[in-house]
């Protein structure tokens, strides 16, 4: 075969370009000879001298092509264009010496650029065909520094509270590495046009040339062909790449901002960033231009963008899929499992038992090739969807996070021990079934041992312990006990406070993994926002977790709750909880949001808590009888809209307390009948009801029965059908508040017909013991003044003399202006019949001072 024709023929040009070679030849002996610079042509034409060399065989067309293995699609775009036969410059002449002369990302020149307006100024030196082996690289850029940055994975994980961190955007500048071109016939005017080239692996660059053009003369000068100065190509995947995460970057800096003003104009920025920077990686993943791993890596962040701040759920399960398909036939197993993870949260929008039947697969396949990191994330990911998906899988949760601890336990992973078995204790106290207590303080008690060991310590895990036991002691009514863990948790916050272990904003908890002998490549840069590498023998998994604001904001509201129960502080709750709400209303974001969505579920979380502050500072004002505070928590509420069906249920109870402490009655009564607080008469709780509204539904009953005490309001049968009602779901409650409180209804009304002396006693004798095991100030206040009212009215002698004394001195504790003025007039009453005039008159006045203050509150 002829040497030209290696790379096919050149069509109806070949001869035509012969002759212009030849001829061009010709001018240019012919241009030495006339004007005598002989050192200055050698330099920019040494080869004319010598004439026409040997030239050079090309290889077969079947070895043309130095990437044999290279993508079909690739080769087939890229495929060498056919060249004239002509002759070829020997490769050791110093014509093929000569380094050939490229040209610069400049803006493109004029098409003759060594004239000007006619005149001949210097020679051009022509493009000069390099003397390379077929096998030699052409014009490519370095893609190492786009397939090894990290690109973002997910960022939500197992369990919520949200908040993966992003992966710096690729902004390594683009590095072209440039060789001489393979040999070729020149053309006459040759237009070389740099490339960005791709990996071997992909195929062979195009060779790309313009037709040539028949020089020109002017002014009978002859002049030699003078090469254009081709525009450089740019490659426009590095600059879409940049662009999307720009976007990304500045859409995610004020997604807080966004999050608590929701304006229509800084939304719809938001959503214009975003949607810039979807479609730039769109643009991207449609290109032919991609290597398989940033394929993969592409596709797992445009769908990570996808399932965050859209609802395209279709189409993030068919872009993940694509990248699954990838990741397996390359075998990139760390992006296969983190595409897989993000594909079971996508999945679980749309169809929970699918996501539970893929999800058992993937750990069944992380557990055959002991990929251990990668079963701890896919079966805490489990736990979290058994959560999410109502009370009646928490067993399954708590059976998954088991066997998450039993792999930790035999494995030394302490630190996903210790996870493990925290979740587990807060799923049982969420339950609150019978034995509740005794399962969470075995979590506790397992954890604890653990906690002398520094390695395993984390802050997040320490605070998590410290409220998990707390908030155990709450449920229990211990409210000596919870004092003194509440200041163990103050002092362990106040040490971490300055502790540069645990940022401010941080969101995020780093749980330690040992290494595994021999392991593949399944923890990368790609997959930190599920599983982070480390150095030292470990790797990370990242969980969610609680912020040093948020902890610093549940300690509040908890401190509020404890001292509610001191009778020397009656108003530090509302102070505490006044904290809370101050905190949380602070500029500074909670932790680093990475979408919009995340943001609002952080600023929702952070509104509901504030919300829940309000309405206890509404109930706490509302047993000092102050119901213009009242008011304004009502107002709070309402203004914050909470959407939670907990906080909903408790502001309309506050809203019925109100009522009823305000003497408005008839709305009262209409709360307290609303079928939200609808009780089963079989005394079971009402099905699908949570422990709350039971509890609730419980107390707006109990309010009935005090109301129809009220002469307008009396209905007997209603009474004593209410009365058996509540009689088998109020004497067996495990909670001793509820019992109490329903000793103290039972023990104060009057039924027709009447109770007998002994229960009145037996009730009263409860309600006492009640007050004084819970601590509760209050109750302790009506349980003196009622056995004064019922056991003691028209008594002459010591023993009712002291008894109402003791009401007089609890209620003054109790700081409830309305049973201080109760108290005292039945103390003016026993200072009459004992004859002591002087102090009855003082008393009495001081009561009826009291009843006014009272009832001037009611006037909001």
Same mark, same amino acid.
């Given at each position: 075969m002829p040497p030209g024709e290696a790379y096919g023929s050149q069509g109806q040009h070949q001869q035509q370009q012969h002759q212009l070679f030849q001829q061009a030849v010709h001018q240019a002996q012919q241009f030495e000879h006339q004007h005598g610079h002989p050192d200055q042509h050698q330099q920019h034409h040494p080869s004319l001298q010598h004439g026409p060399q040997p030239q050079t065989l090309l290889p077969h067309p079947q070895f043309a092509n130095p990437y044999p293995s290279g993508n079909q699609q690739y080769q087939h775009q890229h495929q060498p264009q056919p060249q004239p036969h002509v002759q070829y410059v020997h490769p050791h002449s110093a014509y093929a010496q000569q380094s050939a002369q490229f040209y610069t990302s400049a803006a493109p020149q004029q098409q003759y650029p060594n004239y000007n307006n006619g005149a001949f100024q210097q020679p051009a030196t022509p493009i000069q065909p390099a003397s390379a082996p077929m096998s030699a690289q052409m014009q490519f850029v370095d893609p190492s520094y786009l397939q090894q940055a990290p690109l973002p994975s997910p960022h939500s994980n197992a369990f919520p509270a949200s908040h993966p961190q992003q992966i710096a955007a690729m902004s390594v500048p683009v590095h072209r590495a440039i060789q001489p071109q393979a040999h070729r016939p020149m053309p006459l005017k040759a237009s070389p046009k740099l490339e960005e080239s791709r990996p071997p692996s992909r195929g062979t660059p195009k060779l790309l040339s313009k037709e040539p053009r028949r020089p020109s003369s002017s002014a009978g000068v002859t002049k030699l062909p003078a090469t254009s100065h081709a525009a450089a190509h740019v490659e426009t995947l590095p600059l879409l790449l940049h662009v999307a995460e720009d976007c990304f970057e500045k859409a995610n800096a004020a997604t807080h901002q966004v999050a608590r003003s929701m304006t229509p104009s800084e939304v719809a920025e938001h959503h214009k960033l975003v949607a810039t920077g979807l479609a730039c990686l769109d643009v991207a993943l449609k290109s032919n231009k991609l290597w398989p791993r940033l394929e993969a890596r592409l596709c797992l962040? $445009?769908?990570?963008? *996808?399932?965050?701040?859209?609802? =395209?759920?279709?189409?993030?399960?068919?872009?993940?899929?694509?990248?699954?398909? %990838?990741?397996?036939? @390359?075998?990139?197993? !760390?992006?296969? $499992?983190?595409?897989?993870?993000?594909?079971?949260?996508?999945?679980?929008?749309? =169809?929970?038992?699918?996501? #539970?039947?893929?999800?058992?697969? @993937?750990?069944?396949?992380c557990t055959t090739y002991k990929h251990v990191p990668w079963i701890y994330a896919f079966r805490f990911l489990k736990a979290a969807f058994h959560l999410q998906s109502g009370t009646a899988? !928490? =067993? @399954?949760?708590i059976e998954n996070l088991r066997k998450i601890a039993g792999i930790a336990n035999q494995r030394g992973d302490r630190a996903i021990f210790v996870v493990a078995m925290l979740l587990e204790g807060l799923a049982h106290l969420s339950t609150m079934k019978d034995d509740w &207590?005794? +399962? %969470?303080?075995?979590?506790?008690?397992? %954890?604890?041992?653990?906690? *002398? !060991?520094?390695?395993? +310590?984390?802050p997040q895990t320490d605070v998590l312990l410290l409220l998990l036991d707390l908030a155990c002691s709450l449920h229990q009514k211990t409210h000596h006990i919870s004092a003194q863990k509440l200041n163990t948790l103050q002092r362990r916050l106040e040490e971490l406070k300055q502790s540069q272990d645990w940022s401010p904003q941080s969101g995020e908890m780093m749980l330690p993994i040992n290494w595994t002998q021999n392991a593949q490549q399944i923890i990368s840069a790609d997959t930190s926002a599920v599983l982070r590498p480390g150095e030292d023998g470990v790797d990370y998994l990242i969980l969610s977790a609680l912020g040093k604001q948020e902890a610093w904001a549940l300690a509040y509201a908890f401190n509020g709750i404890v001292a509610h129960y001191k009778a020397s502080t009656p108003g530090r709750s509302s102070g505490m909880w006044g904290e809370v709400t101050r905190l949380l209303e602070d500029s500074k974001p909670l932790a680093s949001a990475q979408s919009l969505p995340e943001a609002l579920k952080q600023a929702e979380w952070a509104r509901e808590l504030s919300c829940y502050a309000h309405i206890l500072t509404g109930l706490q004002a509302s047993t000092l009888s102050d119901w213009a505070k009242v008011k304004t928590c009502l107002q709070a509420v309402e203004e914050n809209e909470p959407r939670s069906e907990f906080l909903s249920i408790l502001a309309f109870y506050l809203e019925g307390v109100f009522y009823q402490g305000t003497a408005a009655l008839e709305k009262a009564i209409a709360i307290w009948k609303d079928k939200r607080f609808d009780m089963d008469w079989s005394g079971a709780p009402k099905p699908g009801a949570s422990r709350i509204e039971t509890e609730l539904s419980i107390l707006a009953a109990l309010n009935r029965l005090w109301i129809m005490q009220e002469p307008n309001q009396t209905d007997d049968a209603e009474t004593a059908e209410l009365i058996e009602l509540l009689r088998p779901i109020c004497e067996d409650n495990p909670d001793q508040e509820i019992r109490t409180v329903y000793n103290l209804v039972l023990s104060a009304i009057r039924m027709n017909p009447p109770l007998s002396i002994n229960q009145i006693k037996r009730h009263i004798q409860q309600s006492l013991?009640?007050?004084? /095991?819970?601590s509760n100030t209050q109750y302790l206040s009506m349980a003196l003044n009622i056995m004064r009212a019922r056991l003691f009215e028209n008594v002459v002698g010591e023993q009712a003399l002291k008894s109402a004394k003791a009401g007089s001195a609890q209620a003054r504790k109790s700081g409830n202006v309305l049973w201080?003025?109760?108290?005292?007039?039945? *103390?003016? /009453?026993? #200072?009459?019949?004992?004859? &002591? *005039?002087?102090?009855?008159?003082?008393? @009495?006045? &001081?009561? %009826?001072?009291?009843? =006014?203050?009272? #009832? &001037?509150?009611?006037?909001?």
């Amino acid at each position: 075969m002829p040497p030209g024709e290696a790379y096919g023929s050149q069509g109806q040009h070949q001869q035509q370009q012969h002759q212009l070679f030849q001829q061009a030849v010709h001018q240019a002996q012919q241009f030495e000879h006339q004007h005598g610079h002989p050192d200055q042509h050698q330099q920019h034409h040494p080869s004319l001298q010598h004439g026409p060399q040997p030239q050079t065989l090309l290889p077969h067309p079947q070895f043309a092509n130095p990437y044999p293995s290279g993508n079909q699609q690739y080769q087939h775009q890229h495929q060498p264009q056919p060249q004239p036969h002509v002759q070829y410059v020997h490769p050791h002449s110093a014509y093929a010496q000569q380094s050939a002369q490229f040209y610069t990302s400049a803006a493109p020149q004029q098409q003759y650029p060594n004239y000007n307006n006619g005149a001949f100024q210097q020679p051009a030196t022509p493009i000069q065909p390099a003397s390379a082996p077929m096998s030699a690289q052409m014009q490519f850029v370095d893609p190492s520094y786009l397939q090894q940055a990290p690109l973002p994975s997910p960022h939500s994980n197992a369990f919520p509270a949200s908040h993966p961190q992003q992966i710096a955007a690729m902004s390594v500048p683009v590095h072209r590495a440039i060789q001489p071109q393979a040999h070729r016939p020149m053309p006459l005017k040759a237009s070389p046009k740099l490339e960005e080239s791709r990996p071997p692996s992909r195929g062979t660059p195009k060779l790309l040339s313009k037709e040539p053009r028949r020089p020109s003369s002017s002014a009978g000068v002859t002049k030699l062909p003078a090469t254009s100065h081709a525009a450089a190509h740019v490659e426009t995947l590095p600059l879409l790449l940049h662009v999307a995460e720009d976007c990304f970057e500045k859409a995610n800096a004020a997604t807080h901002q966004v999050a608590r003003s929701m304006t229509p104009s800084e939304v719809a920025e938001h959503h214009k960033l975003v949607a810039t920077g979807l479609a730039c990686l769109d643009v991207a993943l449609k290109s032919n231009k991609l290597w398989p791993r940033l394929e993969a890596r592409l596709c797992l962040r $445009y769908t990570s963008i *996808l399932i965050e701040e859209t609802t =395209n759920v279709m189409e993030a399960e068919t872009t993940l899929t694509r990248g699954i398909s %990838v990741c397996e036939k @390359h075998r990139f197993l !760390d992006l296969k $499992y983190c595409s897989q993870f993000l594909l079971m949260k996508t999945l679980f929008q749309r =169809n929970q038992k699918a996501a #539970f039947k893929s999800i058992e697969s @993937h750990i069944a396949d992380c557990t055959t090739y002991k990929h251990v990191p990668w079963i701890y994330a896919f079966r805490f990911l489990k736990a979290a969807f058994h959560l999410q998906s109502g009370t009646a899988a !928490d =067993n @399954h949760a708590i059976e998954n996070l088991r066997k998450i601890a039993g792999i930790a336990n035999q494995r030394g992973d302490r630190a996903i021990f210790v996870v493990a078995m925290l979740l587990e204790g807060l799923a049982h106290l969420s339950t609150m079934k019978d034995d509740w &207590a005794t +399962r %969470v303080q075995m979590c506790i008690a397992q %954890v604890s041992k653990l906690q *002398l !060991d520094e390695s395993t +310590r984390t802050p997040q895990t320490d605070v998590l312990l410290l409220l998990l036991d707390l908030a155990c002691s709450l449920h229990q009514k211990t409210h000596h006990i919870s004092a003194q863990k509440l200041n163990t948790l103050q002092r362990r916050l106040e040490e971490l406070k300055q502790s540069q272990d645990w940022s401010p904003q941080s969101g995020e908890m780093m749980l330690p993994i040992n290494w595994t002998q021999n392991a593949q490549q399944i923890i990368s840069a790609d997959t930190s926002a599920v599983l982070r590498p480390g150095e030292d023998g470990v790797d990370y998994l990242i969980l969610s977790a609680l912020g040093k604001q948020e902890a610093w904001a549940l300690a509040y509201a908890f401190n509020g709750i404890v001292a509610h129960y001191k009778a020397s502080t009656p108003g530090r709750s509302s102070g505490m909880w006044g904290e809370v709400t101050r905190l949380l209303e602070d500029s500074k974001p909670l932790a680093s949001a990475q979408s919009l969505p995340e943001a609002l579920k952080q600023a929702e979380w952070a509104r509901e808590l504030s919300c829940y502050a309000h309405i206890l500072t509404g109930l706490q004002a509302s047993t000092l009888s102050d119901w213009a505070k009242v008011k304004t928590c009502l107002q709070a509420v309402e203004e914050n809209e909470p959407r939670s069906e907990f906080l909903s249920i408790l502001a309309f109870y506050l809203e019925g307390v109100f009522y009823q402490g305000t003497a408005a009655l008839e709305k009262a009564i209409a709360i307290w009948k609303d079928k939200r607080f609808d009780m089963d008469w079989s005394g079971a709780p009402k099905p699908g009801a949570s422990r709350i509204e039971t509890e609730l539904s419980i107390l707006a009953a109990l309010n009935r029965l005090w109301i129809m005490q009220e002469p307008n309001q009396t209905d007997d049968a209603e009474t004593a059908e209410l009365i058996e009602l509540l009689r088998p779901i109020c004497e067996d409650n495990p909670d001793q508040e509820i019992r109490t409180v329903y000793n103290l209804v039972l023990s104060a009304i009057r039924m027709n017909p009447p109770l007998s002396i002994n229960q009145i006693k037996r009730h009263i004798q409860q309600s006492l013991s009640g007050a004084q /095991q819970t601590s509760n100030t209050q109750y302790l206040s009506m349980a003196l003044n009622i056995m004064r009212a019922r056991l003691f009215e028209n008594v002459v002698g010591e023993q009712a003399l002291k008894s109402a004394k003791a009401g007089s001195a609890q209620a003054r504790k109790s700081g409830n202006v309305l049973w201080m003025s109760v108290a005292d007039g039945m *103390l003016a /009453q026993s #200072f009459e019949m004992q004859g &002591a *005039l002087a102090e009855a008159k003082a008393t @009495h006045e &001081a009561g %009826v001072r009291l009843a =006014n203050e009272a #009832f &001037a509150k009611t006037q909001v």
